[in-house]
């Protein structure tokens, strides 16, 4: 484990407090670390993963459809709906 000294703002620091009420934490580096795995998770993630540079691949080849108006459009679209 890595121990740090970090200078926080105090909007950063209510918001440490309130993801440490929120999962029941018992100090602000769990609070950090849940911030970090979340990023991860929703922000870091989806971009490393292999399934989705092959999802990526697989949506980039499909091929288009072509629409004459916006009318027409918006008419296939209100019908999947």
């Known amino acids: 484990m890595v121990q740090a000294i ?7 620091n209510r918001v440490l ?3 440490k009420a929120q999962f029941g934490l ?7 670390e849940v ?3 979340r990023y991860e998770q929703e922000i870091l993630e989806p971009a490393l ?5 092959e999802k990526l691949n697989k949506i980039e080849k499909q ?3 072509k629409f004459k ?8 679209i209100e019908d999947k709906a």
């Open 69 to 76: 108006s916006m009318a027409e459009l918006r008419r296939i």
């Open 35 to 37: 911030m970090a795995q």
């Open 26 to 32: 018992k100090d602000k580096s769990e609070a950090i």
């Open 6 to 12: 970090i200078n926080v703002g105090d909007d950063t």
């Open 49 to 53: 993963r292999s399934e989705y540079i």
């Open 63 to 65: 091929k288009g459809i």
């Open 17 to 19: 407090n309130i993801v």
